[in-house]
């Protein structure tokens, strides 16, 4: 590949990653407070850590989507009714 074909394709690779990577997920739920989220995903985390301290990741998301709570990236600042769980 030449040289000039190669600076392109990387700025578009760079520039790919970059948009994919923006922002971190967080969970809402209508209505819900910091209070609601923090002892649902208290409970959740209990509920996904069978033994020995490590956390299954799915087990705690899908207890918490159970909750009524909906996991989504947001960029900074976090809109308000945002938290962000064990991630």
Same mark, same amino acid.
């Given at each position: 590949?030449? *040289? =000039?074909?190669?600076?392109?394709?990387?700025? #578009?690779?760079? #520039?790919? #990653? %970059?948009?994919?990577?923006?922002?971190?997920?967080?969970? =809402?739920?209508? +209505?819900? =407070?910091?209070? /609601?989220? $923090?002892? /649902? =995903?208290? %409970?959740?985390?209990? @509920?996904? $850590?069978?033994?020995? +301290?490590?956390?299954?990741?799915?087990? &705690?998301?899908?207890? #918490?989507?159970?909750?009524?709570?909906?996991?989504?990236?947001? *960029? @900074?600042?976090?809109?308000? %009714?945002? &938290?962000? +769980?064990?991630?």
């Amino acid at each position: 590949m030449t *040289r =000039s074909r190669t600076r392109p394709l990387a700025a #578009l690779l760079l #520039l790919t #990653l %970059g948009v994919a990577g923006c922002g971190l997920h967080y969970w =809402s739920r209508q +209505g819900a =407070s910091l209070d /609601d989220f $923090n002892r /649902d =995903s208290a %409970g959740c985390a209990r @509920e996904a $850590n069978p033994a020995y +301290g490590i956390l299954i990741q799915e087990t &705690y998301r899908r207890c #918490l989507r159970g909750k009524g709570w909906v996991r989504a990236q947001q *960029r @900074e600042p976090v809109p308000p %009714g945002w &938290y962000r +769980g064990i991630e």
